[in-house]
């Protein structure tokens, strides 16, 4: 594979291993507001991706089809959408904040619980660098090698506060400052792994790779709509979420068309 490819996929875990990094230089817990902006930040980096680098490339490719293109990125989306709900109802979860678990009933314990909601939250983000950079190898739907990493670095910027978010509150919550880190960084080990899986499958069944590409999408705006927008909204100064959301959105849209 090449050494690009290989930047590409690990560039996201980078970033969140710098911020799972600020428990060695920051003391005590998240500021409740910094926590909203940085989550709004990242809903908004993760919807302009969908559409930028995932949805409207699954169209482009499928234009041969004509005014019935947008089926296949229909059907991905839906099955990336009922592919988190699946594991959001199987797999034992606490959201950061959060007092009651989600899922099954569960002896794991509450750190663990923590770990596994935001690894859930990076699974979709890999697998969407994962399939953009098959169609990058695949010469497939215009996606370039600059387009590709653009993805790669915008979700690397929203993962940066989610690295934070995770190891911040559990420093909090006692775990040591290494300990603390080591939990951060494993929540991203799902992307370049998730990624990695993407790349081999989309190789497999190439005709399906718009499929992959709204596949990734809809595992991404579920994640988005299930649990950053509500937490965004939570309590008083919901507008610095929305407009964080903003700031995101315009971010990761401007490096996707200035790149791509």
């Known amino acids: 594979m090449a050494m690009d490819v290989w930047r590409g996929l690990l560039i996201p875990l980078l ?93 794991l314990s509450r750190t663990m619980m923590l770990v596994l909601a935001v690894t859930l939250h990076n699974l979709p983000e890999g697998m969407a660098v994962g399939v953009v950079f098959a169609g990058y190898l695949q010469g497939k739907a215009g996606i370039t090698a600059a387009g590709a990493l653009a993805l790669s670095l915008g979700i690397a910027i929203q993962n940066f506060p989610e690295g934070a978010i995770i190891s911040m509150p559990l420093r909090a919550e006692g775990e040591s400052r290494g300990r603390a880190f080591l939990y951060g960084v494993l929540s991203g080990v799902i992307e370049p792994a998730g990624a990695l899986a993407t790349i081999w499958l989309s190789a497999l069944v190439t005709p399906l790779l718009p499929y992959f590409l709204s596949f990734a999408a809809g595992a991404m705006i579920y994640v988005v709509v299930e649990e950053l927008i509500p937490e965004t909204a939570a309590g008083t100064h919901s507008d610095l979420g929305t407009v964080m959301f903003s700031l995101g959105f315009t971010a990761m849209m401007a490096l996707d068309v200035a790149l791509g």
């Open 15 to 107: 970033g969140t291993s710098l911020g799972a990094a600020c428990v060695f230089v920051m003391k005590g817990g998240l500021n409740r507001l910094v926590q909203l902006a940085l989550t709004g930040f990242a809903a908004g980096v993760m919807t302009a991706a969908s559409i930028w680098s995932l949805i409207i490339p699954a169209t482009e490719q499928c234009g041969a089809m004509g005014r019935l293109a947008f089926l296949p990125a229909a059907a991905g989306f839906w099955a990336g959408i009922l592919f988190l709900l699946l594991l959001d109802r199987t797999i034992p979860h606490l959201h950061v904040g959060a007092d009651q678990s989600e899922g099954p009933r569960s002896p």
